[in-house]
């Protein structure tokens, strides 16, 4: 079985780490230099930096906070939020990204996966996934939860995959800062339908959320904001512990 991943998150907004719930009510969370730092010492295994409303305000990525933050960790560093051409992309990989998460763009433009992954290789193209239940069916939303699709989430994680994407970020909306436990229903039917590392996001509360997220489900790594930014589980501690739950780890200390 191949080592499960734990993975921060670092929301950004006006340069600024924040956390939510359900995508709403954001509250400053640190500086997210000073957090990948931490994070680096505690033994994240990589680290996602997602600009919040950079899609949403029309802005680029900050490649210099990217540049900051990537000067600062040895870690797998993916970076998300207004990347909407390959242009955009390039730029957040020489600032020192290891690889980028598209949302909105690529919804609203589908062959920017397949151009993204033709021009950096499918190992750099991350496909986040906002999902919401509506009325008993999984829908795909984009522009940070605000507005939703036409997709139906399974439909655009098979499509995602077709196009060279090589890794989904799925995020429940409905778990999203609520601390209640990752969607395991959606999460194990999405990484039931494709063949691509699924990064399980949105709900973690408690270091039995992600024994039960790895034994239920395929996904690969356990991506959480708020429980590690606030101090409520220690990334050691939550190592230590699956450990002694027999979930195979990712476990060196890094310095």
Not at 33 to 42: G, I, M
Not at 67 to 83: L, R
């Amino acid at each position: 079985m191949l080592k499960k991943r734990i993975i921060p998150c670092l929301d950004i907004k006006d340069g600024r780490t924040v956390k939510g719930v359900n995508f709403e009510g954001l509250r400053d969370a640190g500086d997210p230099v000073e957090l990948a730092k931490k994070y680096v010492e505690e033994g994240a295994d990589e680290l996602v930096f997602l600009d919040i409303t950079a899609t949403l305000e029309k802005r680029k990525t900050l490649a210099e906070m990217v540049e900051k933050i990537a000067s600062a960790i040895n870690i797998p560093f993916t970076v998300g939020g207004g990347i909407n051409s390959v242009e955009d992309a390039s730029a957040v990989i020489k600032a020192g990204a290891d690889k980028v998460s598209v949302n909105s763009s690529a919804v609203k433009n589908p062959q920017l996966i397949a151009d993204l992954a033709a021009q950096f290789g499918s190992q750099c193209v991350v496909v986040a996934v906002d999902t919401r239940n509506i009325n008993g069916t999984q829908k795909v939303f984009v522009s940070g939860g605000k507005i939703e699709t036409e997709w139906e989430t399974l439909a655009w994680v098979k499509k995602v995959e077709e196009l060279g994407a090589g890794e989904i970020l799925l995020t429940s909306m409905d778990g999203d800062g609520t601390k209640a436990g990752f969607k395991i229903d959606i999460t194990k039917a999405v990484s039931d339908a494709i063949n691509i590392p699924v990064i399980a996001s949105g709900g973690a509360g408690k270091m039995e959320d992600f024994t039960e997220v790895f034994t239920l489900t395929k996904a690969s790594g356990g991506l959480a904001a708020s429980i590690f930014h606030f101090g409520e589980i220690p990334i050691p501690t939550l190592k230590n512990y699956l450990k002694e739950q027999n979930i195979p780890i990712r476990y060196e200390n890094r310095f």
